[in-house]
């Protein structure tokens, strides 16, 4: 049975975390684009090149090969060809032609890439930032004033949420096919981010990067031909914050 303290210092902590803004590229906001994409998150693919895919969560396109019909052939994949079609948007940090090293897939699973990214390390200070900022409101007169810095710091640490890497094959309709999927830091152990326990760590925001997809639509007798088929650029979302949150 939680005490009457250890009440007040759940409720405090919800009401700490959950005054974070979150940014408006938040998850559970589908772009309103006219294409149910929570049901089948292919239907941007198969739908015209007009339609936008801004309602897809981050990863939850099909990675199995089965679901793609209409493969791109050798001669569609020379990749100075495609780095001329995919231009400014390539990001050598989120994605890879070739499948990475085993330097850089040693990075999975650790919490550093926040330090070799511009945009992630950012995310990662602002929600530090606040955390240190609304901590210092919290009030702790049945504490000295030394032991309230040190509770403050360690509410900090524990309600700060860490992102880790891996790099996914995506399969020959997509293009770079290695792409870095980043994620909130989970050990596996169920372990809480709050003090009492209760809270986790969950997706906070979402950046969209640039991909190529093999893209082929019907034509008016109903049968899709090789003319009917090129890449395009469609968005991938891939999260760069996350936050500690009530469950």
Not at 12 to 18: E, F, P, S
Not at 49 to 57: E, K, N, Q
Not at 214 to 223: A, I, L, Y
């Amino acid at each position: 049975m939680r005490t009457p303290l250890a009440g007040r210092l759940c409720l405090l902590y919800c009401v700490l975390l959950w005054t974070i803004p979150v940014s408006t590229k938040t998850l559970g906001k589908p772009a309103k684009s006219g294409l149910d994409l929570a049901q089948d998150p292919l239907l941007f693919l198969r739908s015209k090149p007009s339609s936008s895919g801004l309602g897809i969560r981050p990863y939850t396109l099909s990675l199995a090969q089965e679901d793609y019909h209409y493969a791109p052939k050798p001669k569609h994949m020379k990749p100075a060809r495609l780095l001329r079609v995919l231009g400014a948007s390539f990001d050598p940090f989120w994605m890879s032609v070739e499948k990475p090293s085993q330097v850089d897939a040693a990075e999975n699973g650790t919490s550093g890439i926040t330090t070799t990214n511009p945009e992630l390390a950012e995310s990662a200070a602002r929600y530090q930032r606040k955390l240190e900022s609304e901590v210092q409101h919290l009030r702790m007169d049945w504490l000295s004033a030394a032991d309230s810095e040190r509770f403050r710091a360690w509410l900090v640490h524990m309600a700060t949420c860490r992102l880790t890497s891996r790099w996914v094959d995506l399969g020959p309709v997509f293009w770079p096919r290695w792409i870095r999927h980043t994620d909130c830091e989970d050990d596996g152990s169920g372990h809480s981010c709050s003090f009492p326990a209760g809270m986790a760590c969950k997706r906070a925001q979402v950046t969209q990067i640039k991909i190529l997809a093999w893209h082929c639509w019907f034509g008016s007798d109903g049968v899709v031909a090789e003319q009917q088929c090129t890449w395009r650029q469609v968005p991938y979302p891939v999260v760069t914050a996350c936050k500690c949150s009530c469950k």
